[in-house]
């Protein structure tokens, strides 16, 4: 039997690959490890804090969906509102429009 090794010598070896698979293993585990991402729940800046129709900047009421420089405009000439209804004095918002804007504006 000139070619087999001696039995320790084989537990030894076996216990080395075992130690070696092992860390592998610990050292892999964060990236085989099931992770779940967090929801991601895009909410608008004005869903929480809505723009005033009376005090809003000619930039913050740009940022309106729907509103651009000329409409923005016309909000602020026809100042002031007492409630967001009131929208449909100035030219160019219809029902519609004031439909759209209504959950971002307060007056």
């Known amino acids: ?10 537990h030894f070896f076996f216990l080395l690959l075992a130690a070696i698979f ?11 490890s099931v992770r779940f991402a ?3 729940i895009e909410v608008s800046p004005y869903r929480e804090a809505r723009v005033s129709l009376n005090r809003a900047s000619l930039a913050e009421l740009e940022a309106l969906p729907g ?5 923005a405009r016309r909000i602020v000439a026809h100042r002031p509102y007492l ?5 449909l004095r100035v030219p160019g918002i219809g ?10 504006v307060a007056p």
């Open 38 to 40: 967090p929801a991601r």
């Open 95 to 104: 029902p519609k429009t004031l439909e759209r804007l209504r959950p971002y």
């Open 1 to 10: 039997m000139a070619g087999r090794r001696p039995l320790g010598e084989n």
């Open 22 to 32: 092992l860390a592998g293993a610990v050292a892999l585990w964060p990236r085989l």
């Open 67 to 71: 509103v651009g420089p000329a409409l």
């Open 83 to 87: 409630r967001v209804e009131d929208l």
